[in-house]
């Protein structure tokens, strides 16, 4: 549906995205949103990144030094089920035997996550670290391979 020229009181006046990629999604479902669409970062500005270091399996690592690929992981204050990321952990060793999974911040119900962890016997692929100062954060994205 486009979105009139002059709104009225139920037209939104303004939308506002989190980042760009939700704003170019926002668009792609929505034709016309674009004039009214603004972006407001929340998340962490990231320097640009070296392509060629980044593809690189055998890069040095900034953060997780002692880990090597592949490493995935996630940041920030986590409630998007990371215990199915748990189960299917064990699938994903097959294809990568040396794969670290890595939950950077908070996690509510640390100690299921943890049982679930110790009772697939995950304990050395998983590491949770709850909290980084925020200047480090590039570095991990760095190290990440699937974030």
Same mark, same amino acid.
């Given at each position: 549906m486009p979105i009139p020229t002059n709104p009225s009181p139920s037209t939104p006046g303004g939308i506002a995205a989190t980042s760009a990629y939700t704003g170019a999604a926002f668009a792609r479902t929505?034709?016309? %949103?674009? +004039?009214? /669409? !603004?972006? @407001?970062?929340?998340? %962490?500005r990231l320097p640009s990144v070296d392509e060629a270091a980044k593809a690189? $399996?055998?890069?040095? #690592? $900034?953060?997780?030094?002692?880990r090597g690929f592949p490493i995935i992981g996630m940041i920030g204050p986590l409630w998007k089920n990371q215990e199915e990321l748990v189960d =299917? !952990?064990? +699938?994903? @060793? *097959?294809?990568?035997p040396d794969l670290t999974v890595a939950i950077v911040g908070g996690?509510?119900?640390? =100690?299921? @996550?943890?049982? #679930? %962890? =110790?009772?697939?016997? /995950? *304990? +050395?692929?998983f590491l949770q670290v709850r909290h980084i100062p925020r200047r480090l954060i590039p570095d991990v994205f760095h190290d990440l391979d699937l974030s």
């Amino acid at each position: 549906m486009p979105i009139p020229t002059n709104p009225s009181p139920s037209t939104p006046g303004g939308i506002a995205a989190t980042s760009a990629y939700t704003g170019a999604a926002f668009a792609r479902t929505n034709p016309g %949103i674009g +004039r009214i /669409l !603004t972006v @407001l970062p929340i998340g %962490i500005r990231l320097p640009s990144v070296d392509e060629a270091a980044k593809a690189d $399996r055998d890069r040095p #690592r $900034r953060y997780f030094r002692d880990r090597g690929f592949p490493i995935i992981g996630m940041i920030g204050p986590l409630w998007k089920n990371q215990e199915e990321l748990v189960d =299917a !952990t064990p +699938r994903m @060793l *097959q294809a990568f035997p040396d794969l670290t999974v890595a939950i950077v911040g908070g996690y509510e119900d640390s =100690a299921s @996550l943890d049982d #679930r %962890i =110790a009772r697939g016997g /995950l *304990q +050395r692929h998983f590491l949770q670290v709850r909290h980084i100062p925020r200047r480090l954060i590039p570095d991990v994205f760095h190290d990440l391979d699937l974030s």
